[in-house]
């Protein structure tokens, strides 16, 4: 089993970047695809952004595509995702998570184990 450990939370104002990193600990973390997900008060969890594990292969919710990159270092078991152009609507906790394979979705069903989170929050 992979645990992970966001950091890199924060916040800042409207149009400002942060970069949030995840920390996996255990030998298998190359061999799946990875997310990001986020949850705002009140609402359901949602799909940020996912790579595959070869680290070419990523897909991005429309809301954040051409603002966020999400990318990974299998060497290092990380995974970041850099946020720019930030909105307030980007307030939100963030999830890093292990898909169940090693393609990944845009689906939370289709992740395994989660860190604890990382606050965002974008002041407008």
């Known amino acids: 089993q992979v645990q992970l450990v966001e950091s890199g939370g924060g916040l800042v104002q409207a149009g400002g970047s942060l970069r949030l990193s995840c920390a996996a600990s255990?030998?298998?973390?190359?061999?799946?695809?990875m997310g990001w997900f986020r949850q705002a008060p009140g609402k359901e969890r949602q799909f940020v952004a996912a790579?595959?594990?070869?680290?070419?292969?990523?897909a991005y919710a429309d809301s954040v595509k051409g603002r966020f990159t999400i990318s990974r270092d299998n060497a290092k078991n990380t995974v970041t995702l850099q946020m720019n152009s930030l909105k307030p609507e980007d307030t939100a906790v963030y999830y890093c998570a292990v898909a169940k394979n090693i393609y990944g979705s845009s689906r939370a069903a289709d992740f395994g184990s989660w860190g604890q989170g990382t606050q965002v929050t974008v002041s407008s």
């Open positions: 255990g030998r298998t973390f190359s061999l799946y695809a």
């Open positions: 790579i595959r594990r070869n680290g070419e292969n990523t």
